[in-house]
């Protein structure tokens, strides 16, 4: 009889700084106090322990964007995972910031596919093979395409970004580094749920993948998707959960021979508070709070941002802010800058700066009507494709878009009640990502746009105009008014 060994995984995906916790149903919910005192928890009643976290866990908080990320490293380092993969935000302060975070952190971080493009070097660490009481655990770590569109100022860095050539890596890195002591093989992606769907189909069964532990995408699974013999596995966004598995390893055959997964709550009912890293989470939120705890403003009502893809209350407020007294027609506001679901109706400094994070220049662009509707078009018919995880666009007053997935048609685009037709010129306003993008993310070639007329940037910082335009005004309101309409 062949012996066999127990293996607990832990993991967690988009933390997002959400590091405080929260109080919800009489109890505190998540926190990364909460959080370390389940993980301490599982570690001492378990031999076997590994914690794995699939990307971003930058942005979101003002104790992460106040420290350019040096507060997150340092309260990961207390947390103590055994691997963490890149997400998309993790390049949010810049490259080279990254890779100085990197040297702060106490803990290895993997990506299988980024690369310096002059001699193919890769930037990170591409794997990493623990050793947990003699099992051996490899982890490869591979990042969605977005990575290389948030660093397009950087021309020497280069992403293996399709799922084939992504697959592609994982073979050679395991024809090189996987020995017949390997106990499970994991790949720890940040590249959404439907791509890791679409890399599990297509990776070879002699590489003996046995799981997918994802990210990017916030999607929460109540149980693992299984393709083509590999579960794949998410856990939502933030830290009021974590996935956790019970792996059974045959350690004579070197593979995974059955396993258990399920979503785990992070409460305080359930969860014992790690008083040092409580310690040192407050000492950070106590700085902060002294900077930026100052009121604002105060909404008529708490208004909400239910889903990056769909017309939205916050989303129409952001977009007529950068509306107001502008030189453009119509604002196309980035859904995905929106990073939390509420805001109001008590709105502090702090509130605003984790609501809109990223603090973007915005360009001016003329498109012609064709080009627009085109824009609304794709953006919206990718929005159903992708199930949500492709760029999606909040549109200010007096747009109204509706787009019938039914019959792939855009059967409204208007302005201000009248239908843009193909050969009128409009003033469009895009956030710096996006127009560095612009060819990717609305399937229309910005060199033609701007062979008509080049871009301008008519706003240095969108986050300034939010806060000067709140702060001067009281009662604020926003509805959603039927802008955007999508039939399915």
């Avoid at 969860?271 to 902060?288: A, H, I, R």
Wanted: net charge negative; charged share 25%; with cysteine.
């Amino acid at each position: 009889m062949n012996n066999t060994e127990k293996l607990v995984l832990l993991h967690s995906n988009d933390m997002h700084g959400d590091f405080l916790a929260e109080a919800r149903d009489g109890s505190e919910v998540g926190g990364v106090s909460l959080l370390s005192g389940y993980i301490k928890q599982q570690r001492e009643e378990n031999p076997n322990v590994i914690y794995a976290i699939a990307g971003d866990m930058f942005r979101g908080s003002v104790i992460d964007s106040e420290y350019r990320g040096f507060s997150t490293i340092d309260l990961m380092n207390f947390l103590n995972p055994d691997v963490v993969t890149l997400g998309n935000h993790e390049v949010d302060y810049g490259l080279t910031h990254l890779l100085f975070l990197e040297k702060c952190a106490k803990f290895p971080i993997v990506n299988a596919n980024m690369y310096i493009k002059t001699n193919h070097t890769r930037l990170f660490t591409p794997y990493v093979t623990l050793n947990v009481n003699g099992l051996n655990v490899m982890f490869i770590g591979i990042i969605t395409e977005e990575v290389l569109a948030s660093t397009r100022g950087e021309a020497i860095i280069g992403t293996f970004v399709d799922v084939w050539d992504a697959a592609k890596q994982v073979g050679v890195i395991i024809d090189n580094y996987k020995t017949t002591r390997t106990d499970l093989t994991i790949l720890l992606t940040h590249i959404g749920y439907e791509n890791d769907i679409e890399l599990a189909k297509i990776l070879n069964p002699e590489w003996r993948v046995d799981m997918i532990i994802g990210g990017h995408s916030h999607t929460l699974l109540k149980k693992p998707k299984v393709i083509n013999g590999v579960p794949i596995v998410q856990v939502g966004v933030g830290t009021d959960q974590i996935g956790r598995f019970e792996i059974n390893i045959d350690t004579d055959e070197h593979r995974m021979t059955d396993y258990s997964w399920e979503v785990v709550p992070i409460t305080s009912k359930t969860c014992p508070v790690d008083p040092v890293l409580e310690e040192v989470l407050q000492s950070y939120k106590q700085q902060t709070d002294r900077k930026y705890g100052r009121l604002l403003t105060v909404f008529k009502r708490e208004l909400t941002h239910p889903s990056r893809a769909q017309e939205t209350e916050l989303g129409n407020l952001f977009a007529d802010l950068l509306q107001v007294d502008s030189s453009f027609d119509v604002m196309f506001y980035g859904s995905g800058s929106i990073r939390k679901k509420v805001l109001g109706p008590i709105v502090r400094y702090q509130d605003l700066l984790e609501v809109v994070p990223f603090q973007n220049r915005v360009y001016m662009l003329e498109v012609n009507g064709k080009q627009f509707r085109h824009m609304c078009y794709h953006y919206l018919k990718q929005s159903i494709l992708t199930k949500g995880e492709s760029e999606f666009y909040q549109l200010s007053a007096g747009m109204k878009v509706v787009y019938n997935y039914l019959t792939d048609s855009l059967d409204e685009c208007s302005l201000n009640g009248k239908e843009i037709e193909y050969d009128q010129w409009i003033k469009i306003a895009v956030q710096s990502f996006h127009y560095l993008n612009f060819t990717e993310f609305f399937d229309v070639d910005i060199k033609e746009v701007e062979e008509h007329k080049k871009a301008r940037m008519v706003i240095t910082n969108d986050f300034s105009i939010f806060e000067e335009l709140l702060s001067s005004a009281n009662n604020t309101d926003a509805q959603v008014e039927g802008r955007i309409t999508i039939i399915q």
